[in-house]
C-alpha cells in the first residue's frame, strides 16, 4: 500500500467555483503534513502546512483528520492561476524521508 | 544563499556514461534531500543528509548511484553508467529542522 494516496484527477472546473481535494496517507504516526503546489515543468512550492485544528490562508483551507488519516484541501473562488498539479506530502518521522503523494492535477477554465 | 540552488538544469548523457548533479542548500539548512521524478509523477525518494553525514539512503539504487555532502562544498549526486531509465528530472531539497522541505528548480538529465 502506498504511504500517500491522492486521487489524480484532472478536475476541471469553472473560474470562481469551490474545489476540494483529498489524500490519505497509511502511516497512523504521522508527525507532519502539507500541500505543495507543482506548475508544468517546475519544482514543487510549499503551499501550506497542515495543522491538526485545520488552517486558512485567504482562500485555501486545509484539514486533518488523524482518525481516518486524510488531509483534505479546500480552494474556494478558484482563479486561472490556480491552475496546477497539488501534491499531498507527509513526514511520518521528523527527520526522515517526506512522502508525496502522486498529485492532483486542477484545471481552472474561464 | 536564500534559495536551493541545483545545477546543471539539463543534462544530457549517452547511456553508460557518467552523470553528475549538484545542489547547494539553503544558507542555514542542515538537512538535504534528493528526489527523482519521472516523467511529472511519482516523487521517489533517493538519500537525505544532515549536515555531511548520511541521514535516511533507503531510497538509492547503490549500485550506480552515490551522493555526498561535503563541508563547504556543494552537495552531488552521482549516477555511473546511467540508464535510459534514469531520465528524469532531480530535485534537490533543503530543510532548516527536517520539518518542512524547500525545493532547487531541478535538474533535468536525458540519457539517449
Known amino acids: 500500500r502506498k504511504e500517500v494516496e491522492q486521487d489524480p484527477g484532472p478536475f476541471n472546473v469553472p473560474e470562481g467555483a469551490t474545489v476540494a481535494f483529498n489524500c490519505t496517507y497509511s502511516?497512523?504516526?504521522?508527525?507532519?503534513f502539507f500541500w505543495y503546489r507543482q506548475d508544468c515543468r517546475k519544482e514543487p512550492k510549499l503551499l501550506m502546512s497542515?495543522?491538526?485544528s485545520g488552517n486558512e490562508d485567504g482562500r485555501f483551507t486545509a484539514q486533518l483528520n488523524r482518525a481516518s488519516q486524510y488531509i483534505s484541501l479546500l480552494i474556494r473562488d478558484s482563479k486561472l492561476s490556480d491552475s496546477a498539479t497539488y501534491l499531498c506530502?507527509?513526514?511520518?518521522?521528523?527527520?526522515?524521508?517526506?512522502?508525496f503523494g502522486t498529485g492532483t492535477s486542477l484545471t481552472v477554465i474561464p | 544563499g536564500e534559495e536551493v540552488a541545483q545545477t546543471p538544469k539539463h543534462l544530457v548523457r549517452g547511456e553508460g556514461q557518467k552523470a553528475k548533479l549538484y545542489c547547494a542548500p539553503i544558507?542555514?539548512?542542515?538537512?538535504v534531500f534528493w528526489y527523482q521524478q519521472v516523467l511529472k509523477n511519482e516523487f521517489k525518494f533517493l538519500i537525505s543528509?544532515?549536515?555531511?553525514?548520511?541521514?535516511?539512503e533507503t531510497g538509492m539504487p547503490k549500485e550506480r548511484f552515490s551522493a555526498k555532502c561535503l563541508p563547504n562544498s556543494p552537495c552531488s549526486l552521482e549516477i555511473q553508467a546511467t540508464k535510459l531509465e534514469d531520465s528524469a528530472v532531480y530535485f534537490c531539497?533543503?530543510?532548516?529542522?527536517?520539518?518542512?522541505?524547500?525545493f532547487g528548480e531541478g535538474s533535468w538529465l536525458t540519457v539517449v
Open positions: 531539497a533543503s530543510s532548516p529542522n527536517s520539518n518542512t522541505i524547500y
Open positions: 502511516n497512523s504516526a504521522s508527525q507532519s
Open positions: 497542515v495543522y491538526s
Open positions: 506530502v507527509v513526514n511520518p518521522i521528523t527527520g526522515n524521508q517526506f512522502y
Open positions: 544558507k542555514g539548512h542542515s538537512y
Open positions: 543528509f544532515q549536515n555531511e553525514n548520511v541521514f535516511d
